[in-house]
């Protein structure tokens, strides 16, 4: 009987520490050797003139979320995680999401039943917080935690999401004590309800209003907050979707004060601009999302933040929409007002060609960074490490084979998700995924899926070693 299932031969094997020559050999859908050679294998594939990377896990995308009243996201479980696949990962991270008045277990389980079966990669639901009831906090979340649901997003605006402050701050508390890492919405409720107002009293109706009404300072004031009640109960945060230098900047000043605050930030913080939401018509539509993209040197300050590593993930936040459809970004109370135009961009399959071509081709980040910020670290931060997001022995066989010379362009006929655009149409890059291997799998290879199959597991998950306190006591309880 050959040693392996699978060899992958004669490519560059990339980690986030090390860029070697070798050979990888696969048995069971784990990585079980890598040597300068592999003999005995039942396939190979030829990776000569390739880099053999760690398949990319996406820590933040919505699949199937609950979007409102005539609202539909544009992805199922199924073509999220093909889409997902075709960009190059292995495992994406989505959201079990709580509506108010209803329970977090139920949430979980209805999450699970819409992705059992379905998903050709693996998957490891985060939950939203909407609702901390003393049942939810006292018994749901500590239970949920246990059975491997160990990271929880909370939200500072939107009607059915926003937490108050003595909300936030009783949530942080159950996370201190139980250990879950806390992902942050940044953005102030009250400030942008404000705008907004104000902006359609002006008859400021239209998309580019979406980002008139969420400025920069909105972002930093409640970034500033998160941040000083995370240092009050003591509990290590994850900011996410860091937009510009406002809130990047918030996170930096917390790390030099030696706080556990961490962030991840977005192709679109590094590609895209407010100019975009300001399109003719409604094609600004297309571009909106919280926080919204902002202007050039916002871009400058991200690339800034991650080459000092002020940030440590970055994850496209897939949230897909139809464009064209009443049920998507042209919904007709959307063309009434951007208050109503759902929030959120396709970007699954777009997240690592547009980071490896903008930073490793355009020579601003190292290969091994690409990886720390595209897989290691969301497996590392999330509770899979080392199961997953590293090339080595006892590592799950979720592998991207890369060619870093190939030019391409995005465009939406050539992809998989659900959406009837992309906000990259047109754009070039240099660097693509070519064959995305996952669980031992050959899934995708060359522009097509061979083998369909939903193997896609859903995960359980490790607590994260980010989220240990740094042991300054809050103040006692009785
Ligand atoms: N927040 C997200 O995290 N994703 C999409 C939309 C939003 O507001
Ligand atoms: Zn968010
Ligand atoms: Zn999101």
Redesign the pocket.
């Known amino acids: 009987m050959p040693a392996f299932d699978l060899a992958i031969r004669g490519g560059t094997v990339v980690t986030a520490a090390d860029t070697v020559r070798a050979d990888v050999g696969i048995r069971d859908g784990r990585i079980v050797a890598v040597a300068e050679r592999v003999e005995g294998a039942s396939r190979e594939i030829d990776a000569s003139g390739l880099l053999v990377l760690p398949g990319g896990i996406d820590s933040?995308v919505?699949i199937a979320q609950d979007s409102g009243p005539g609202i539909t996201m544009a992805d199922d479980f199924a073509s999220a995680t093909r889409a997902a696949a075709a960009g190059g990962n292995t495992c994406v991270m989505p959201f079990a999401m709580q509506k108010k008045g209803e329970s977090l277990r139920g949430a979980v389980e209805a999450y699970r039943r819409l992705a059992e079966g379905q998903c050709l990669i693996d998957v490891g639901f985060h939950l939203i917080i909407s609702d901390p009831t003393p049942e939810v906090l006292g018994q749901e979340l500590p239970a949920l935690l246990k059975d491997g649901f160990t990271s929880f997003k909370v939200f500072m605006t939107?009607d059915d999401l926003v937490l108050s402050d003595r909300q936030l701050l009783d949530v942080f508390d159950v996370a201190r004590q139980e250990g879950a890492l806390v992902m942050v919405?940044a953005e102030g409720y009250d400030a942008i309800r404000y705008m907004t107002e104000r902006l359609e009293r002006a008859g400021r109706t239209a998309p580019i209003g979406h980002a008139l009404s969420r400025p920069e300072v909105v972002e930093r004031e409640a970034a500033h907050r998160a941040i000083s009640h995370a240092e009050l109960v003591d509990v290590p945060i994850m900011i996410?979707?860091v937009s510009g230098r406002e809130a990047m900047e918030q996170v930096r000043w917390a790390q030099a004060r030696g706080l556990k605050v961490y962030a991840e930030t977005c192709p679109q913080y590094i590609t895209l601009t407010a100019e975009d939401l300001d399109r003719v018509d409604m094609e600004g539509a297309k571009y909106v999302?919280?926080p919204p993209p902002r202007d050039q040197e916002s871009q400058r300050a991200i690339w800034e933040g991650i080459e000092q590593g002020v940030f440590q993930l970055f994850s496209s936040?897939h949230?897909p929409f139809r464009y064209d459809d009443p049920k998507g970004k042209l919904n007709p109370r959307g063309r009434s007002s951007f208050r109503w135009v759902p929030?959120?961009i396709p970007g699954i399959e777009t997240r690592l060609p547009i980071l490896f071509s903008e930073g490793v081709s355009a020579g601003r980040i190292s290969l091994n960074r690409f990886v720390e910020l595209t897989s290691t670290n969301h497996a590392k931060f999330y509770g899979l490490y080392p199961r997953k997001g590293s090339i080595a022995p006892g590592f799950d066989a979720d592998i991207t084979i890369w060619d870093p010379a190939r030019r391409e362009t995005i465009r939406q006929d050539a992809l998989h998700h659900g959406s009837d655009y992309t906000p990259w149409e047109g754009f070039e890059v240099t660097g693509w995924p070519v064959t995305t291997v996952a669980g031992g799998r050959v899934v995708f290879d060359r522009g097509r899926f061979v083998d369909e199959a939903p193997a896609g597991r859903v995960l359980q998950r490790d607590l994260s070693p980010y989220a240990v306190p740094r042991g300054r006591a809050p103040a006692p309880s009785a």
Do not use: K
């Open positions: 933040h919505h939107y919405h996410v979707h999302c919280s936040d949230c929030n959120g």
